[in-house]
């Protein structure tokens, strides 16, 4: 798998980044890609392992080491080293429905369990995917197949983000005939507007469904199902529905001062700029500016970094990131031994444009807000905040003061919003996901299956696409008697 000795001599070469102070200016992605030749040196660094921990998705620790889709990884980095792209793509897309999406967005467990990366530099499997799958676009080899036998069977999936969208194409590709119901007014949920356009550009997201479309799935938007639409017309309409409606609850901040403008869930902050900056490039005003304030985001995770760079490029005055957890090592500690997963600080790109334009490391570690300082007028004025200990509790006389004029909670979600669940009448878990047996997707109302967040719990991309495969082959399985899906 990729050239013997690849690994000692070419260095690993990640894709080039625009500098911090050039890339705040636009929305647009800022990662552009190695040329044919460098791709293929980067696949001659994978080592002809004997265990590829790479495609394990095995769980050491409580953590997963490797990709959770089970990528064909050692397979398709020889074929990108001598140079069969087209080849490469076959099997890059035998276990993932979507290389666009994750080798953009995917924190790359694949990389973290690379055997490459136990005394030196992992191999970039995660750009050598995207650099696939994009190389083929290019070379307009992904076209739309439509399935050549349909079964007659009807299936409503009920979301789209990358477990709808994963579930959808597979059974679309069974022959299935698939509606995909969406809330928002464009296809994508999480991808189309939980991530900001400077990570996956939302023509990526946009092209994807497109050929979804030409294959035969159809997509409503602009329909709220349990609200515009009920749970009755869709049994009644479908054979099966898969609820993939994402974990959407988000934590909120129970302080003094709650309540009152200028405090908003990340989530809406960042989905509300996506939309103006699809609709109008931000000139229709139609988002929260955070322009000329001083902002505090509560949350030290990705969500919370993506604040960081959407707040930079509208022009914030200031930004602070508070992190209740102390900070993590910057090298792996015994006790976090390869391949686990490596509970190491990053430092994201918002935190990076941060550095270079404000001169400091915009997280506070340790620290939480106690109340929410407001005017005479109401108008937000500053957070209280304290610092903790390593167990969580108030270090006394540690309270400091600062400026906010624009606060942003970005604590992570509690799971599905309500009306969904309650409107099929599922189970569910004590945290609140719709409840099933272990390993299957199958809810306790027949013909109603789940998959992604709204199953397992706020999670990442890759998860989401692996739970909607796994349904979809349990919904073919149920539809058809027996599935040959993989």
Request: net charge neutral.
């Amino acid at each position: 798998m990729g050239k013997p000795t690849g690994f000692l001599e070419y260095p690993r070469q990640g894709n080039p980044a625009e500098a911090p102070k050039e890339r705040v200016r636009h929305f647009c992605e800022f990662h552009p890609g190695l040329g044919r030749e460098e791709r293929r040196r980067q696949g001659a660094r994978c080592m002809e392992c004997g265990v590829p921990f790479c495609q394990s998705g095995a769980v050491l620790n409580g953590m997963v080491s490797g990709c959770p889709l089970h990528n064909l990884v050692p397979e398709w980095n020889d074929l990108v080293y001598t140079g069969n792209f087209g080849h490469a793509l076959q099997r890059l897309l035998k276990t993932n429905n979507f290389p666009e999406f994750t080798g953009r967005v995917c924190p790359a467990l694949c990389e973290a369990a690379c055997t490459c990366g136990l005394h030196g530099d992992p191999v970039t499997v995660k750009e050598n995917e995207l650099g696939i799958i994009e190389d083929a676009w290019e070379k307009g080899l992904i076209q739309p197949h439509p399935p050549k036998v349909h079964t007659g069977k009807r299936v409503a999936v009920v979301g789209s983000g990358p477990s709808g969208l994963a579930c959808a194409a597979q059974l679309g590709g069974r022959g299935h005939a698939v509606t995909v119901f969406e809330r928002a007014d464009r296809p994508g949920g999480l991808l189309m507007y939980g991530i900001p356009n400077m990570k996956l550009e939302k023509r990526i997201v946009e092209r994807r469904v497109a050929l979804m479309a030409a294959e035969g799935i159809v997509f409503r938007t602009g329909v709220d199902v349990g609200r515009d639409l009920s749970a009755q017309d869709l049994l009644k309409d479908y054979d099966a529905v898969v609820l993939c409606c994402g974990a959407a609850e988000a934590r909120d901040l129970k302080v003094p001062g709650r309540e009152g403008g200028d405090v908003y869930f990340a989530v809406d902050f960042l989905k509300a700029t996506t939309k103006s900056l699809l609709d109008s490039d931000l000139k229709d005003g139609q988002y929260v500016s955070a322009k000329g304030k001083n902002v505090v985001i509560i949350g030290g995770g990705d969500t919370g970094n993506d604040c960081v760079g959407t707040s930079i490029r509208h022009g914030c005055k200031s930004v602070v990131q508070l992190e209740m957890m102390p900070k993590a090592p910057d090298r792996r500690a015994e006790t976090n031994p390869w391949p686990e997963w490596p509970r190491v600080c990053k430092t994201d790109y918002g935190q990076e444009e941060a550095i270079a334009l404000f001169g400091a490391d915009p997280r506070i570690y340790q620290t939480t807000v106690t109340e929410i300082l407001r005017d005479e007028k109401g108008a937000l004025t500053g957070v209280r905040t304290v610092k903790l200990t390593g167990d969580l509790k108030p270090v006394e006389g540690s309270e400091q003061t600062l400026k906010c004029e624009l606060l942003l909670i970005a604590a992570g979600f509690l799971g599905p919003q309500d009306y969904v669940p309650a409107a099929f009448g599922v189970e569910r878990t004590p945290r609140t996901c719709v409840q099933t047996a272990a390993g299957r997707y199958a809810t306790s109302v027949p013909r109603v299956f789940t998959a992604g967040d709204m199953h397992r719990g706020q999670s990442l991309v890759v998860w989401a696409i692996q739970e909607g495969r796994a349904a979809a082959r349990e919904v073919d399985e149920f539809l058809m008697g027996y599935t040959n899906l993989e």
